[in-house]
């Protein structure tokens, strides 16, 4: 068990794929799903790492086969009370598309929500083509949070969740 999952206060030492996770835990995420791909591929990573900690918290940890898969799953999750967070790169925010559209137009259960987080790659420099998020989830009428730090980025999925 990494003790830094568990850690409240203070500072510590974490990679933004990690604090996507411990975001997650510490606001009571119920499901991550996604699929892995850079520059977020290591999310799956780092919950495997954890995985007696997130199953001590009830956390259903779901690698799809692609992003609209993974879409499907957070569209499922909207029909019960849950907080459920589907993780790709931007590439995958198109093939989810459909799905992601359809499931913010649906809206959550009370008590649940859904939070799509996009890893960019607007470089290419691990994707095989350059995408910005952004434009994609504009298009969907998707809030987008562009946390501009790492204690943002943990923070924020809070937030996303509140705002879902």
């Known amino acids: 068990m990494d003790p830094r999952f568990?850690?409240?206060?203070?500072?510590?030492?974490?990679?933004?794929?990690?604090?996507?996770v411990k975001g997650g835990l510490e606001h009571r995420m119920g499901m991550l799903t996604g699929y892995p791909g850079s520059p977020v591929a290591e999310v799956f990573d780092a919950a495997e790492r954890i995985r007696e900690l997130l199953l001590e918290k009830g956390v259903v940890v779901q690698i799809a086969n692609n992003e609209a898969l993974s879409a499907a799953r957070l569209n499922g999750s909207q029909m019960t009370p849950v907080r459920a967070m589907a993780v790709m790169k931007s590439v995958g925010a198109h093939v989810a598309s459909d799905g992601l559209a359809l499931g913010n137009m649906a809206g959550t259960a009370p008590g649940g929500a859904a939070v799509a987080v996009f890893g960019d790659d607007t470089w290419s420099e691990g994707t095989q083509v350059p995408a910005d998020s952004r434009f994609i989830a504009k298009h969907l009428y998707m809030p987008i949070l562009e946390p501009s730090t790492f204690q943002e980025v943990k923070d924020w999925i809070g937030v996303a969740f509140d705002l879902s």
């Open 6 to 20: 568990l850690q409240e206060e203070g500072v510590g030492i974490f990679t933004g794929n990690e604090l996507i």
